[in-house]
C-alpha cells in the first residue's frame, strides 16, 4: 500500500475505511495476479482453472481446518456451496486439534494434503524445514485482547504492570501481543506477565483479578464481551495490521510437485469462497452455524469486521510473510540469522502462474 493509499484509509469514517480497504485488497489481488503472469481477476481466474480441470475426474483431497474458529467459514463455504465441486474438487474436511508441528507433519507426509491456519502459529515450524508451502493468505482479523470495563486498561501502553491471561504460550494470539507490545515500547517480558489458563477460563480469570486482560479469538472474543461486558483493547486489526493477512492456506509440498492443477483449483476455490464470505456475511453466518451455538446474528457481526477480502497472493503475500518473519525475529521466536525475505521466497509456492 502507497503511503497515500494509507492516509486515505486512516483519514476516513469507519465505514468508508472498511469500503476503501475492500477495494484496496481487490487492486492488490488483480496487481499480484498480473505480475503472476495469469488473469487479471478472480473472476476469470476461476474461469480458467474450472476449464482447466472440467474434463477431469475429480480429486479426493484432505483439507484440515479448525472447526471451532469462524475465521475459516471460507472453508465450510466453499464445500456447502459447490465451490470445491465446481473445480473438481472431493474435499474431505477434517478437523485438526493436534499441534502445530503434528499438523505440518502431516501435511508434509501427504496424511493430509492441505490446511487453513493462523500464520503466526506456522511461520515458527515452517522456519524448521517442513515440505510445505504458503499458496494464499485467506483473510484478516479475529484475534482480541479483552479487558473488564472498570480495569483502568484503555490502551497497549496501559497494560504496563499488568497480567495478561492467554491459553498457549505458544499460540498466535500471544505471539501477536508480543510483537504489539514491543511496537508500543513495552517489554513483553517484563513489563507485563503472561499467564496460561484452560482456554474455557480465560474470562473468568479476568472476574476473579488473576488476569487483567485476556486474549483469544472469535468467536469466544465477541461472545465473551456481550456476556461479560468486556472492552476490546486491541486486536490484528489494530493500525498496520489492519492491511494484513491472519490465516493462510498451505499446502504439502508433495502435492504441489506432483499435482500443481490441482493445488491450484484448492487455493482458486478458497480464494473464490472468501470473497463470497466478504460479500454475503449473513449466508456465511448461516453456514458456520452447525459448527457453532452462538446466534447466527452474532456470527455474521464477527464477520463484518474480519477482512474476508484481503487474500494476497504473489509478491504482495511474500511481503507480509516476510513482515511477520521481521517481527517474529524482534521478539526471539524466529531466529535472527534466518532471512526473511528468503525465507518468504522459500515458503511461498505460486501455484496459479
Known amino acids: 500500500m502507497s503511503q497515500r493509499e494509507k492516509r486515505d484509509f486512516e483519514d476516513c469514517s469507519a465505514d468508508r475505511g472498511e469500503n476503501l480497504w475492500r477495494s484496496f485488497s481487490r487492486r492488490t489481488l488483480l496487481r499480484t495476479a498480473g505480475a503472476a503472469g495469469v488473469v487479471t481477476s478472480l473472476a476469470a481466474l476461476g474461469t480458467q482453472v474450472y476449464a482447466d480441470n472440467a474434463a477431469k475426474p475429480k480429486k479426493h483431497l484432505r483439507l484440515t481446518w479448525n472447526a471451532n474458529a469462524i475465521c475459516t ?18 474435499v474431505e474436511l477434517v478437523n485438526f486439534g493436534g499441534s502445530t508441528d503434528q499438523l505440518l507433519e502431516a501435511l508434509a507426509t501427504g496424511k493430509a494434503d492441505a490446511g487453513v491456519g493462523m500464520a503466526l502459529r506456522w511461520l515458527k515450524p515452517l522456519e524448521a524445514g517442513f515440505d510445505v508451502k504458503l499458496t494464499a493468505g485467506i483473510h484478516g482479523g479475529c484475534i482480541w485482547l479483552l479487558a473488564a470495563k ?20 505458544a499460540g498466535a494470539d ?16 517484563t513489563d507485563v506477565e503472561w499467564r496460561q489458563f484452560p482456554p474455557d477460563l480465560l474470562a473468568l480469570a479476568i ?11 472469535d468467536p469466544i472474543a465477541y461472545l465473551w464481551k456481550k456476556k461479560f461486558d468486556l472492552v476490546e483493547i486491541a486486536g490484528n486489526l489494530t493500525g498496520d495490521y489492519a492491511h494484513r493477512v491472519c490465516c493462510v492456506l498451505g499446502i504439502g509440498g508433495s502435492l504441489i510437485r506432483e499435482d500443481r492443477p490441482t493445488a491450484r483449483a484448492l487455493t482458486v476455490a478458497l480464494l473464490e469462497s472468501g470473497e463470497w464470505v466478504a460479500n454475503n456475511p449473513d449466508e456465511a453466518a448461516e453456514i458456520f452455524s452447525k459448527y457453532s451455538t452462538a446466534p447466527v446474528t ?41 532471512d526473511s525475505q528468503k525465507y518468504a521466497d522459500r515458503v511461498y509456492a505460486d501455484v496459479l502462474g
Open 174 to 189: 500471544r505471539n501477536f501481543f508480543v510483537i504489539l507490545l514491543t511496537k508500543y515500547g513495552l517489554d513483553p517480558n
Open 298 to 338: 452474532d456470527l455474521a457481526a464477527m464477520l463484518r469486521v474480519h477482512t474476508h477480502h484481503h487474500h494476497p497472493i504473489g509478491a504482495a503475500f511474500k511481503r507480509e510473510i516476510a513482515l511477520y518473519a521481521d517481527e517474529l525475529k524482534l521478539v526471539s521466536v524466529m531466529k535472527a540469522s534466518t
Open 207 to 217: 472476574q476473579k483479578g488473576e488476569a487483567h486482560a485476556v486474549s483469544t479469538a
Open 73 to 90: 467459514v471460507a472453508v465450510p463455504a466453499a464445500l456447502q456451496r459447490g465451490i470445491f465441486a465446481k473445480h473438481n474438487l472431493e
Open 150 to 169: 472498570d480495569s483502568g486498561i484503555t490502551d497497549i501502553k496501559s497494560l504496563k504492570g499488568k497480567t495478561i491471561g492467554v491459553g498457549d504460550m
